[in-house]
């Protein structure tokens, strides 16, 4: 593994390779969600090297080892912004000719966007436990905590409604719905570290999306980008778990749009099954990866 840092438009990007990027298999480049949750959980999917797959994970700006700009105006973080920084690394990494997006939950969402620029060396994209609309992913969500215990309802609610979603008894209802529908197994130490740099600095999270996955009030509130899903002609793998708050409806939004796109369901995970069932998700990757090379 080799660590470096990218100095872009004045700012600093971290990045980790993991194998090497000149051999045979296509790189890839590993786009963590959030917006703002930092590389670490995504380390289990960099096992893709295993298959002599290069492998890159970085912390996108505002996140993790990357420059944090917590003084920086709303404005500033943009879709826009996430998508220069990845084509300025894979310029930085010397792979911009070649080399794949498997994107994570936001990073996905990443890597659609990206694919609909039509870049000329992106060989595929890999979109796990994605939206292509975040007004669809709300109402999924809130479907989803309907489900929730009372009590645990009634919690939420009251404290969005007081604008105290900072508040220990918030914390501790949300994380009854992350543990259905974020990560069903005891969480692993890649994504409690994930979890707690995003809690020491939530500015990426809280401009962009908000205090929580149902309560999106941040900039992303009304990014939809179903309708120009048929543009893209990247090959792609959808991947999504049965428990998901990407549930299967999302995912099939995307699937119907994207010409020729595949979809892994994952029946035993939520919305990490690069974390829940590691094993058949990488060989499901590897599986689809294989076909570009």
């Known amino acids: 593994m080799t660590e470096g840092r990218m100095t872009w438009n004045g700012h600093e990007t971290w990045y980790r390779v993991v194998g090497e990027l000149d051999a045979t298999p296509t790189p890839v480049v590993i786009c963590h969600g959030g917006p703002g949750a930092a590389h670490d959980y995504t380390e289990p999917i960099a096992d893709l090297n295993r298959f002599g797959r290069g492998c890159v994970l970085y912390d996108q700006l505002g996140c993790g080892l990357s420059d944090h700009l917590p003084d920086a105006p709303s404005e ?67 479907r989803l905590r309907k489900d929730l215990p009372q009590d645990v309802q009634e919690a939420l609610t009251r404290h969005e409604a007081d604008g105290t979603t900072d508040s220990p008894e918030y914390e501790t209802a949300v994380r009854v719905f992350y543990d259905r529908h974020l990560c ?14 995003m809690d020491e600095d939530p500015t990426v999270y809280h401009t962009m999306n908000g205090p929580s996955e149902f309560h999106c009030i941040g900039s992303l509130k009304t990014w939809d980008i179903t309708d120009r899903l048929p543009e893209i002609d990247t090959p792609t793998l ?17 699937n119907t749009r994207i010409p020729g796109s595949q979809w892994a369901l994952f029946e035993e995970s939520s919305h990490m099954p690069h974390v829940e069932e590691p094993g058949a998700f990488l060989e499901r990757v590897e599986e689809f990866l294989r076909t570009v090379d």
Not at 110 to 137: F, K, N, Q, T, Y
Not at 240 to 253: F, K, L, M
């Open 76 to 142: 500033f973080w943009s879709p826009q912004l996430f998508k220069d920084e990845l084509v300025e690394l894979t310029r930085h990494l010397g792979i911009a000719e070649r080399y794949a997006v498997v994107g994570q939950s936001w990073g996905g969402m990443l890597a659609m966007e990206h694919a609909l620029d039509h870049p000329a060396g992106l060989r595929a994209i890999v979109v796990a436990d994605s939206p292509a609309s975040i007004p669809l992913w709300v109402e999924e969500a809130n």
């Open 184 to 197: 069903r197994i005891p969480w692993p130490d890649c994504v409690e570290r994930s979890v707690a740099q």
């Open 238 to 254: 959808l991947v999504s778990g049965r428990y998901d708050e990407a549930t299967p409806h999302i995912v099939e939004q995307i």
